[in-house]
């Protein structure tokens, strides 16, 4: 179905700007990637300064509002919206319309074929911009799920034609990829420094398991869903770093997109050295507390002394009469 939207919209942006011109229907063009560009790299620290906002006025708002999901929509076309139509007011408001109303095709003066060829051309550029701008725009939204267009079972993807065609004013590219907009690259388990996470997916039906109503990216590419998903930590933060794209895959831009960084269970640990090793048996030893120390015996009285019995002198014997 959005395919057929895709192939209308351009077909008609095609038309349009083989009656504009390829001049006028070109600025157009470019004035309005200039504005998606800057919608997309710069919505993220916009939408911080609305999430504090929104925090101020939290008692005021509904409790159910997904207030990240409403401050990336948010910022996203206050700079990609807001930008695009502030050029074209201060630019081309004088400008007259490309086609009169009430005129007919056999009234208006029709530029040369080789111009109105290089107009469709121009409109059709701008067709595929404007078509992955309003995608990559609904993805953002809370809006049901049928409405989010999912890029990887499409024919035409225009979204990610916007996404990559902001990639190339982004400096952060690892082996011919961005980061910005595939998020951190795949790895194998056999690369020891590699982190273990899953694709980001989305719990639409919110069951906690990943169903077929629900929607994931298809980050290593491999046609199915990763659950043990190897990346390199380029950044060293211990966290996957999500891609725009990966975002617009999933349909979710906000913290319901999951893509939970865990340890590897196939890696033992590194053996320590001897004093490693006794410092970490010394910590896993409980520590006994303290003895009290003895308490001091109670103070007893000495001993009692013996009274000094001290002998009695002998008394003088009787006279005995033989003795004189």
């Not at 004035?31 to 997309?40: D, K, N, R, Y």
């Not at 659950?227 to 770093?241: I, N, P, S, V």
């Amino acid at each position: 179905m959005f395919d057929l939207i895709v192939a209308g919209a351009v077909a008609y942006a095609a038309w349009y700007g083989s009656k504009a011109g390829p001049v006028r229907m070109t600025i157009q063009a470019l004035e309005l990637t200039v504005a998606v560009i800057a919608g997309l790299l710069l919505h993220e620290p916009l939408a911080n300064l609305l999430l504090l906002a929104f925090a101020q006025v939290e008692p005021f708002l509904p409790s159910d509002l997904p207030y990240q999901m409403v401050a990336v929509a948010g910022a996203f076309v206050l700079i990609a919206g807001g930008g695009y139509g502030l050029i074209r007011v201060q630019y081309h408001a004088k400008d007259p319309p490309v086609l009169t109303e009430g005129s007919s095709d056999e009234d208006e003066e029709q530029p040369p074929l080789l111009d109105r060829g290089l107009g469709a051309v121009s409109g059709m550029a701008f067709g595929i911009v404007a078509c992955g701008t309003v995608f990559v725009g609904l993805s953002m939204l809370p809006v049901p799920s049928l409405l989010r267009v999912n890029p990887q079972t499409m024919t035409f993807d225009v979204g990610g034609m916007v996404l990559r065609m902001a990639a190339a004013f982004e400096p952060d590219w690892h082996e011919g990829k961005s980061l910005i907009v595939y998020g951190e690259p795949a790895s194998t388990a056999s690369d020891a420094t590699a982190l273990l996470a899953n694709e980001p997916w989305f719990d639409v039906d919110e069951d906690g398991q990943l169903g077929d109503a629900d929607r994931f990216s298809d980050s290593d590419e491999n046609g199915a869903y990763s659950k043990d998903l190897y990346f390199a930590d380029l950044d060293g933060d211990g966290m996957r770093r999500i891609g725009l794209y990966e975002k617009f895959a999933a349909g979710r831009w906000d913290l319901y997109l999951i893509s939970s960084t865990r340890e590897r269970p196939d890696l033992k640990k590194p053996a320590l050295s001897q004093t490693e090793a006794g410092g970490e048996q010394a910590a896993q030893v409980p520590r006994q507390p303290n003895p009290e120390p003895p308490k001091p015996l109670p103070p007893t009285a000495p001993p009692p002394v013996a009274p000094l019995v001290r002998p009695e002198p002998e008394k003088p014997k009787p006279a005995d009469d033989s003795d004189f």
